[in-house]
């Protein structure tokens, strides 16, 4: 039951991080050469906070979804710096559904032991 409580309490916030993400990214693909360069050093370093956040939820529970996120984190950087900002909407989109589904196993878990 821990372990879900924990997975629960990981997927939420990274989850909430990765739609934070999501508009940060839509403020970076509207600039121009410093803003642009600048934003995504800034970008990077959030989607690297996230990564090692990521890392470590998928050590501590051993839930497949979040090396999946973590893979997709990787994806989204690369396609950032390619400036393929449709793949990136679509990645992130992914890494989303990932958390959610780890949301809906643990949350589901959680409700059939009467804890939620």
Do not use: P, W
């Amino acid at each position: 039951m821990r372990n879900e409580i924990i997975g629960y309490q990981y997927a939420e916030r990274i989850k909430s991080e990765l739609i934070i993400g999501s508009k940060m990214i839509m403020v970076v693909e509207t600039l121009r050469e410093s803003e642009l360069e600048g934003a995504k050093k800034t970008l990077f370093a959030f989607l690297d906070a996230l990564s090692a956040e990521t890392k470590m939820a998928s050590g501590v529970t051993g839930v497949q979804e979040f090396t999946l996120v973590e893979e997709k984190l990787k994806e989204i950087k690369i396609m950032i710096e390619e400036g393929y900002y449709q793949e990136v909407h679509a990645n992130i989109g992914s890494a989303i559904s990932y958390a959610t589904t780890i949301c809906a196993r643990t949350m589901s878990s959680l409700m059939k032991d009467g804890l939620m």
